[in-house]
T-cell receptor, first 113, second 116 residues
Framework: NAGVTQTPKFRILKIGQSMTLQCTQD?????MYWYRQDPGMGLKLIYY???????DKGEVPNGYNVSRSTTEDFPLRLELAAPSQTSVYFC????????????FGQGTRLTVV | AQKITQTQPGMFVQEKEAVTLDCTYD???????LFWYKQPSSGEMIFLIY????DQQNATEGRYSLNFQKARKSANLVISASQLGDSAMYFC?????????????WGAGTKLIIKP
């Protein structure tokens, strides 16, 4: 029962560096999402995907890119990391959109210094 | 304006007591869904319960129930017979509109601590 798996769990980046947060799910879900959670706040949607090859921006997409080459994988790319991107990042997937629940990974705690 | 408001930043509750976590929402869309998630200290988000705007009855899932008062735009989570393992952050979230809207709007959360 792997569900949604994110790697790495923790990462420290220097300003200007780049990295990719990996996300994979084994539930054959079409819908996948990337959220960020800032301290004391709820989650905000960065990008989402409705299927392989299809992605779209969420509420806070600036500074990030995504791709969806397979149903299972939905990596999030940070280019030119900035201190404002210090956050906890969650990947999630769902079988449908609308009113079904999403399943979340355990999160990646990213610090940009 | 905040779309999801959770007014209790933190709560302490005695073990085995019932607890109500408040959530009010703001939307003009007649079609929406409300979710509650639990985030334990390990960090993952765990789905607890869902209520649709057209659902006639309050949702229940085991010890969790949702006190849905549509006219007041509130969707409070009730946990019966609280347990030490219920200590966590709890988030209320809303999705507006139809199935083409993918975005969940989240509240700031309530930190619940169960005392033995």
């Amino acid at each position: 029962n792997a569900g949604v798996t994110q790697t790495p769990k923790f990462r420290i980046l220097k300003i200007g560096q780049s990295m990719t947060l990996q996300c994979t799910q084994d539930m054959n879900h079409n819908y996948m999402y990337w959220y960020r959670q800032d301290p004391g706040m709820g989650l905000k949607l960065i990008y989402y995907s409705v299927g392989a090859g299809i992605t779209d921006k969420g509420e806070v997409p600036n500074g990030y890119n995504v791709s969806r080459s397979t149903t299972e994988d939905f990596p999030l790319r940070l280019e030119l990391a900035a201190p404002s991107q210090t956050s906890v990042y969650f990947c999630a997937s769902s079988y449908q959109t609308g009113y079904t629940e999403a399943f979340f990974g355990q999160g990646t705690r990213l610090t940009v210094v | 304006a905040q779309k999801i408001t959770q007014t209790q930043p933190g709560m302490f509750v005695q073990e085995k007591e019932a607890v109500t976590l408040d959530c009010t929402y703001d939307t003009s869309d007649p079609s929406y869904g409300l979710f509650w998630y639990k985030q334990p200290s390990s960090g993952e988000m765990i789905f607890l319960i869902y209520q649709g705007s057209y659902d006639q009855q309050n949702a229940t899932e085991g010890r969790y129930s949702l006190n849905f008062q549509k006219a007041r735009k509130s969707a409070n989570l009730v946990i019966s017979a609280s347990q030490l393992g219920d200590s966590a952050m709890y988030f209320c979230a809303m999705r507006e509109g139809g199935e083409s809207n993918y975005q969940l709007i989240w509240g700031a959360g309530t930190k619940l601590i169960i005392k033995p």
